[in-house]
């Protein structure tokens, strides 16, 4: 192994710009799940029964919801990277909207269907107190699975430091991008450097994120 042209400090340098690119892409999974996932849960399990124009609109905003999280996780990273890169200058900012937004359809599907295997039996209750709807719903359903989304949000993270090389291929930042320009030279010496520095950012990432799930599980 070999470091290339700008020495420790370009290795280093990448490794935390994949870091960066994971934290934002997260950030922005995170979002698409807090706003798509709550209404891509099954109309039965959201809400009252209520007159037939409610329950019309619910299993619409189901649809569109499930729709959109179904093609947000259908089109890979690197395609949504190419999109990105042809709207956005070369760098972080790509990359994580790319891991973000397929991340996303991941994630708001995963949570939905966590929500959806809460009892709706404290839901219930409070609805026959004359609480709201919604707010009934958010109180019986967040805090049951918030463990859930926290554990679904720290392992998709993992996924998404490995995933950071893969869309630095296609011309986002990070060790990705290091790898592509140094195969493309065909310096197999730093390319053997950069894949050791990504074996370690993701063993770190790993250990970290599961020292987390157990503070949490404890």
């Known amino acids: 192994p070999a470091l290339p042209s700008g020495g420790l400090a370009d290795v280093v340098g990448a490794g935390l710009d994949t870091l960066s690119m994971a934290v934002l892409a997260m950030a922005i999974a995170v979002l698409i799940t807090l706003l798509v996932a709550p209404a891509s849960v099954a ?25 959109v999280l179904l093609v947000l996780r259908s089109v890979p990273p690197t395609v949504w990277a190419v999109i990105a890169l042809l709207a956005l200058f070369p760098g972080i900012l790509p990359g994580a909207l790319a891991l973000g937004i397929y991340t996303g359809g991941v994630l708001g599907r995963l949570v939905a269907e966590s929500w959806e295997s809460v009892s709706p039996a404290p839901r219930d209750a409070l609805l026959r107190t004359g609480v709201p709807g919604g707010l009934a719903t958010v109180a019986a359903v967040v805090p049951a699975s918030a ?3 926290v554990t679904f949000t720290l392992y998709r993270f993992e ?40 074996f370690v950012v993701s063993v770190a990432s790993e250990l970290v994120s599961r020292r987390l ?3 949490i599980r404890a």
């Open 43 to 67: 109309p039965r399990r959201r809400g009252a029964p209520g007159p037939w124009p409610a329950r019309a609109l619910r299993w619409v905003s189901w649809a569109l919801a499930r729709l």
């Open 147 to 149: 463990q859930q989304l």
């Open 213 to 215: 799930r157990r503070a």
């Open 159 to 198: 996924i998404c430091v490995r995933e950071t090389a893969v869309v630095g291929i296609v011309g986002a930042a990070g060790l990705g991008r290091l790898l592509a320009e140094n195969l493309n030279l065909f310096r197999f010496d730093v390319v053997s450097t950069v894949l050791i520095a990504s």
